[in-house]
């Protein structure tokens, strides 16, 4: 099982930026898939969970409104679109799949 994400960077107050997670190694199809993020000094919080057909979705409450998780079963992408970034969005942005499987992370930076 491999999660490789991509897509972070630096990005204005205001700004928007997409995430994608590849997967490969199992059905991606047949699971929900998340994005948790960890922010410096703190623990990984989840941030967002579709459902394996992407019918269904959840936010934290700090995102919702902003963050847009989506998939892609025909590519096995998973992506996380942010708009309207905030400088408290900065973290180390991770997904999450089956079998404990973690990607390595992408940097997000939200700073003028």
């Known amino acids: 099982v491999q999660l490789v994400e991509s897509g972070g960077g630096l990005v204005q107050p205001g700004g928007s930026l997409r995430l994608s997670c590849v997967a490969s190694?199992?059905?991606?199809?047949?699971?929900?898939m998340h994005w948790y993020y960890q922010a410096p000094g703190k623990e990984r919080t989840s941030l967002a969970t579709i459902t394996s057909t992407g019918g269904g979705t959840e936010y934290a409450d700090s995102v919702k409104g902003r963050f847009t998780i989506s998939r892609d079963n025909a590519k096995n992408t998973l992506y996380l679109q942010m708009n309207s970034l905030k400088p408290e969005d900065t973290a180390v942005y991770y997904c999450h799949g089956p079998f404990e499987s973690w990607g390595q992370g992408t940097q997000v930076t939200v700073s003028s």
């Open positions: 190694g199992f059905t991606f199809s047949n699971y929900a």
